[in-house]
Every structure is written in structure tokens, then in C-alpha cells.
Nanobody, 120 residues
Framework: QVRLVESGGGLVQAGGSLRLSCTASGSIYRINFMGWYRQAPGKQRDMVATISSGGSANYADSVKGRFFISRDNIENTVYLQMNSLKPEDTDVYYC??????????????WGQGTQVTVSS
């Protein structure tokens, strides 16, 4: 099995910063893309930032210049540094990964989510 565990969410005032972490573990042969997504109640899950195994990153327009994604391939961990947070950034943030498992199956795995709340 593959597990993704997020941490680092919390409550912060507008203009503040948070750093999210996500570590993958289990029957992993290789992790392809890793990313962060956010979802509000009643809405779809939207991409925030993704990063390839080679370190190529892309971002949603709403977070460009404020959020920065990075990964540690040895530790199977992805980070999201969130700066200049706005109330509209409030959401549950999910870590996602496309993983090639030890038995050669490709799977999209999701973490349990971590709450980010930005107050005015």
C-alpha cells in the first residue's frame, strides 16, 4: 500500500506564511509527479502546484509569485511554501502523487488533507 501524510496546516492571518509537508511511504518504486490541490465544500478539487521528479514546477495563476513547491526525492517528500496568504486561500489542501509501485502498477494517491485557514 501507499500512504501520503500531510502536515503544516493551520490558522494564520492575512499576509502570513505557512509551509506544508507531505511524505509518501509504502510500496513505492518511483514517484512521478507530486502536487498540492485544494478543495472547498461543494467545489471541485483544484490544482495549486505540481512538481515533476526532475524538479519542473507549475502553479495555478492565483498563487504564482506567492507559493513555491519543492521536493526531496530521497525522502519522498513534497513541500509547499505559502507566502502572502489571502483569505481566499482558505481551503483543505491535499497532497497528491502519481506513483509506480513495486509491483509495477501506476496509481494516483491522495493524502487525508490539511486545513489552511486565513483570517482577515
Amino acid at each position: 500500500q501507499v500512504r501520503l501524510v500531510e502536515s503544516g496546516g493551520g490558522l494564520v492571518q492575512a499576509g502570513g506564511s505557512l509551509r506544508l509537508s507531505c511524505t509518501a511511504s509504502g510500496s513505492i518504486y518511483r514517484i512521478n509527479f507530486m502536487g498540492w490541490y485544494r478543495q472547498a465544500p461543494g467545489k471541485q478539487r483544484d490544482m495549486v502546484a505540481t512538481i515533476s521528479s526532475g524538479g519542473s514546477a507549475n502553479y495555478a495563476d492565483s498563487v504564482k509569485g506567492r507559493f513555491f513547491i519543492s521536493r526531496d526525492n530521497i525522502e519522498n517528500t513534497v513541500y509547499l511554501q505559502m507566502n502572502s496568504l489571502k483569505p481566499e486561500d482558505t481551503d483543505v489542501y491535499y497532497c497528491g502523487a502519481n506513483i509506480l509501485t513495486l509491483d509495477w502498477s501506476r496509481r494516483d494517491s491522495w493524502g487525508q488533507g490539511t486545513q489552511v485557514t486565513v483570517s482577515s
